[in-house]
């Protein structure tokens, strides 16, 4: 069953800090299935999302629960859906 970015916020909204945050990394793994199309035979889209949200963390303040789902959606659909991502 994949859960959407609501049900994964409130599935891990008793979790405070970098907690939240890696609880919501795994479950969004553990539904990735860019395995089974990689964008041009390189990479995991959600491992490179997660990269880049990170990096925005890092660079912004950080977001949490349905925030940081709601990021790594965005993140997702930017990756996919714009080929210069790709590289």
């Known amino acids: 069953m994949t859960l959407n970015s609501k049900e ?21 793994r553990k539904q990735d299935e860019s395995h089974l199309i990689p964008i041009s035979n390189r990479f995991n889209v959600t491992e490179r999302a997660i ?14 629960g349905l925030e940081y789902c709601y990021l790594l959606d965005t993140l997702i659909s930017n990756i996919v859906n714009n080929e210069r991502n790709w590289r």
């Open 8 to 28: 994964i916020a409130e599935k891990t909204d008793h979790l405070n800090g970098i907690t939240n945050i890696k609880a919501i990394n795994k479950i969004f």
């Open 51 to 64: 990269r880049q949200a990170r990096k925005f963390q890092r660079e912004s303040s950080a977001v949490y």
